[in-house]
């Protein structure tokens, strides 16, 4: 098998960008959407892996570059499953997470009045890497935990200031980064591709 030693990170999320680039090994050379003038194409896929697959095939074919793609999202039991895959959009055009934040408590309240004691949600990420030549292989990566009656941390982005990750007390957005990145659903989705690389 060819290892892969250069690679396009196909995502116009900072936040993702910044745990995926700092997740390859450091001999790979990272490319950035910044590099080339293309709009992230239409989520259309109806789940993680198949809208993970729609971004890095698009990237990829647009670049002509090997490219790793993410699909994310916060999956809240009592909301049946919500935001889920749309968990982006949830933080509407601006990607405002005070909004997306905001909505969750809100439809949390609605579900029950001491919903904060008992729930529990899980955060998703499939990984694909696409090759030029139409290979792909994708991965899945999930950890568990619940979601905090507040905004707490500063660290991180999206949702992190409000899931706490079973076994820990701290959200995602007070714990360090390098904490959290060795232990979420995007580490354990990478651990299972980390073999395609030099
Ligand atoms: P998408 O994969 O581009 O559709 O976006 C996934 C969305 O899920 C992101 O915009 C974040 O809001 C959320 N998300 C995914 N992974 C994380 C994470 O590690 N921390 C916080 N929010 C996340």
Sequence with gaps: MNKIKEILIGTNNKGKYREISNLLPNKVKIHSLNEFNILSP???????KENSFIKASYFSRKTKLICLSDDSGLEIDLLKGEPGIYSSRWSGKKNDFNLAINKIFKKM????????SFNSARFICCITIFWPNGKSFSSKGMIKGKISNVKK????????????PHGYDQTFGEMKSKLK????????????????FI
Excluded: C, Q, V
């Excluded at 609605?110 to 919903?115: E, G, L, P």
């Excluded at 941390?153 to 706490?164: C, Q, S």
């Excluded at 990145?181 to 395609?196: E, G, P, Q, Y």
């Design 42 to 48: 239409k989520e259309t896929g109806k789940t993680f």
């Design 109 to 116: 309240k609605n579900t029950k009045k001491n919903w904060e």
């Design 153 to 164: 941390g500063k660290n991180g982005f999206g949702y992190d200031p409000i899931f706490i």
């Design 181 to 196: 990145m060795s232990i979420d659903h995007r580490f354990k989705a990478f651990l299972k591709i980390n073999k395609f």
